[in-house]
Nanobody
């Protein structure tokens, strides 16, 4: 199983980023996929999920600023993050929801004020 997130970077508050996650070794088309984040000194938390059937759920922390999507043909899941805030800075990961597999490579998002 490989869950490889990428697309993070350094942005200024108010800017946008699009994260991508490539999943392999899982039955992707049948899995609910999620984006998670871990901020310094805090536990990892769910950000958003996207079921195989297209149902999307967002944690309140996204405030309507984030959009999760997936491409079942490519085994990819995406997180469009707009109007980023300093408090969104974290390591972002993808996994199934609930998380069933080892955490793969995350991607760092840094937001400057």
């Amino acid at each position: 199983v490989q869950l490889q997130a990428f697309g993070g970077g350094l942005v200024q508050a108010g800017e946008s980023l699009r994260l991508s996650c490539a999943a392999s070794g899982i039955n992707f088309n049948y899995e609910t996929m999620g984006w998670y984040r871990q901020r310094p000194g805090r536990q990892r938390e769910l950000v958003a999920s996207n079921s195989a059937g297209g149902l999307k759920n967002y944690r309140d922390l996204t405030g309507g600023r984030f959009t999760i999507s997936r491409d079942n043909r490519k085994n990819m899941v995406y997180l469009q993050m707009n109007s980023l805030k300093v408090e969104d800075a974290a390591m972002y990961y993808c996994n199934t929801y609930p998380a069933k597999f080892d955490w793969g490579q995350g991607t760092v998002v840094t937001v400057s004020s």
